[in-house]
């Protein structure tokens, strides 16, 4: 089984490849949704592929996040780096 950790770092570093132009710092809390977000729509979408392929691969599951609640700045799965990491990391249990 990943760790939720391993399953952060990994995120943080795609960050960090998809952001190559604009260097800032991606920690668990950087917003990837909503007003306050660290990344430009496109990017998310890029990450989003990327990790699609990521939980198919290591995880054998499915990713699904082109659902409406996925969107939703409130109870989001995308809200931050740490929401996703554990969305993904319950992946595995299924």
Same mark, same amino acid.
């Given at each position: 089984?990943?760790?939720?950790k391993k399953i ?9 490849t998809i952001c ?6 991606f920690?668990?809390?950087?917003q990837?949704i909503?007003?306050?977000? @660290?990344?430009k729509s496109?990017?998310l979408?890029d990450l989003?592929?990327?990790?699609e392929?990521?939980? $198919?691969d290591n995880? &054998?599951?499915k990713f699904?996040?082109?659902?409406d609640?996925a969107? @939703?700045e409130?109870k989001?799965?995308?809200?931050n780096?740490d929401t996703?990491?554990a969305?993904?990391? $319950?992946?595995?249990? &299924?």
């Amino acid at each position: 089984m990943i760790t939720k950790k391993k399953i952060s770092d990994f995120i943080i570093l795609q960050l960090k490849t998809i952001c190559k132009n604009d260097p800032q710092e991606f920690t668990e809390n950087t917003q990837l949704i909503g007003e306050q977000r @660290s990344i430009k729509s496109v990017e998310l979408v890029d990450l989003l592929l990327c990790l699609e392929e990521y939980v $198919e691969d290591n995880l &054998k599951a499915k990713f699904d996040w082109s659902g409406d609640s996925a969107m @939703s700045e409130g109870k989001s799965i995308l809200k931050n780096v740490d929401t996703l990491s554990a969305h993904i990391f $319950e992946l595995q249990k &299924k």
